[in-house]
């Protein structure tokens, strides 16, 4: 089961990385205001790098992968506690265009994904793993395609924000 959430682990890490190479300018701004280097291009590599490293951890995962996607949990973890202590709601932009507030529950993602990618070391490649179950490799897939658009909208869409939203409208 460790391998299941390892590969939505990769999964969100991959959309991350190809939203930031499509539309870099919340995380040029998140980065900005923290003052660390934010240029388009260099948001852009970011965004290149964790597709990359996404791709190859589920392709190969192995002993070496999984502590890099680790590695890469574990710098979003800090920048999220960052963006947590400005004094205003700030968006990570994490996943491109999300306009959504950073908050607690994005760092408790960022640091349980980074727990699950060092647990998941000595795990087989994602070709393994489906071929391995024979006709329940396709219930496997759609496991991590239902899990990764769970989580992908755990963290980019606020529940909290749209009932507040809709309470305050009730109310006028």
């Known amino acids: 089961m460790v391998s299941i959430a390892y590969f939505i682990a990769c999964q969100l890490l991959a959309i991350g990385g190809s939203l ?4 870099p300018q919340l995380s040029h701004d998140a980065w900005k205001k923290l003052n660390f280097p934010s240029s388009l291009t260099f948001v852009r590599s970011i965004g290149f790098l964790e597709f990359t490293t996404a791709i190859c951890g589920m392709i190969f995962a192995g002993k070496f ?12 973890s800090v920048l999220t ?10 968006p990570c932009g994490c996943f491109g265009k999300s306009e959504v507030p950073t908050s607690r529950s994005h760092l408790l993602m960022n640091f349980a994904l980074m727990i699950v990618s060092l647990g998941s070391v000595g795990v087989d490649g994602l070709g393994e793993q489906v071929s391995s179950r ?39």
């Not at 496991?143 to 009932?163: K, M, N, Q």
């Open 20 to 23: 930031k190479l499509l539309s």
């Open 65 to 76: 992968f999984p502590f890099v996607v680790a590695a890469w949990f574990a710098i979003f």
């Open 81 to 90: 506690w960052h963006i947590l202590r400005l004094p205003v709601a700030l």
């Open 134 to 172: 024979n006709w329940w490799g396709l219930g496997y897939i759609a496991i991590l395609i239902l899990g990764s658009i769970l989580a992908y909208a755990v963290v980019t869409y606020d529940f909290a924000f749209r009932i507040r939203s809709r309470n305050s409208q009730l109310d006028r």
